[in-house]
């Protein structure tokens, strides 16, 4: 089957570092996508995976361990807009499957 | 500015009465998609398209319908709605089959 997990919610401090884990099962592995969605807006691209590692953009980074079958988005310097629901989706034998996604409170 | 077009922002139709969304584009990307998006839940793909070739997920239900009469624009078309179809339905763009997605601001459904 494929199963993709990502906590629900999480709360941080603005100024703070947060970390959003995603875990995932599936048959085969293309390429692993974060994204942004404030709530009732569209998601909006922050970074693609396809090989191990980490991948910096300003103050987000996302990291990948294919042989863990995971992955985290980085969050630095949290701003009150980042307040959002941070979506995983994994690319799998020609389909991409979304995570339930994070929600990120962030307070003041 | 390049953008993806979603209209309406919100629709209301009856138990069971057709409606259809619409979505458009001007990046020229080959791929188009249609996601139902429940509240705190994953988008669920129901279709895509790349260029006119037409492809319709194992579970998405038949009431479920899409066109792409050209590049620029792709419906989707609701045959009789259920309650259970009330959901923010996205239009989403790329260049090639699942590469970085852009998304379009959703139409919110709602069924009386």
């Known amino acids: 089957g494929q199963n993709i997990d990502q906590p629900t919610e999480m709360t941080a401090t603005e100024g703070a570092i947060v970390q959003i884990n995603c875990t995932y099962q599936?048959?085969?592995?293309?390429?692993l996508f974060w994204y942004q969605q404030h709530a009732g807006e569209a998601p909006t691209f922050l970074s693609y995976?396809?090989?191990?590692g980490l991948e910096e953009k300003g103050r987000f980074s996302s990291f990948l361990s294919r042989s863990k079958g995971y992955s985290y988005l980085l969050l630095k310097e949290l701003q009150m807009k980042d307040s959002a629901s941070y979506l995983c989706?994994?690319?799998?034998?020609?389909?991409?499957?979304f995570g339930k996604g994070t929600k990120l409170s962030v307070k003041p | 500015d390049a953008m993806v077009i979603q209209n309406p922002r919100y629709q209301v139709t009856q138990f069971g009465k057709p409606v259809t969304l619409s979505c458009s584009q001007t990046?020229?990307?080959?791929?188009m998609y249609w996601y139902q998006q429940k509240s705190s839940q994953a988008p669920k793909l129901l279709f895509h398209?790349?260029?006119?070739?037409?492809?319709n997920e194992a579970d998405t239900p038949d009431n479920f319908q899409s066109r792409r009469p050209n590049t620029s624009f792709c419906f989707l078309d609701i045959r009789s709605p259920g309650l259970g179809d009330a959901a923010m339905y996205l239009c989403?763009?790329?260049?090639?089959?699942?590469?970085?997605?852009?998304f379009g601001p959703g139409t919110r459904l709602t069924v009386l």
């Open positions: 989403a763009t790329s260049r090639v089959t699942f590469s970085e997605q852009f």
């Open positions: 599936t048959s085969g592995f293309n390429g």
């Open positions: 995976n396809v090989l191990d």
């Open positions: 989706a994994v690319k799998s034998q020609g389909n991409l499957i």
């Open positions: 990046l020229n990307h080959n791929v």
């Open positions: 398209y790349y260029d006119k070739d037409f492809n």
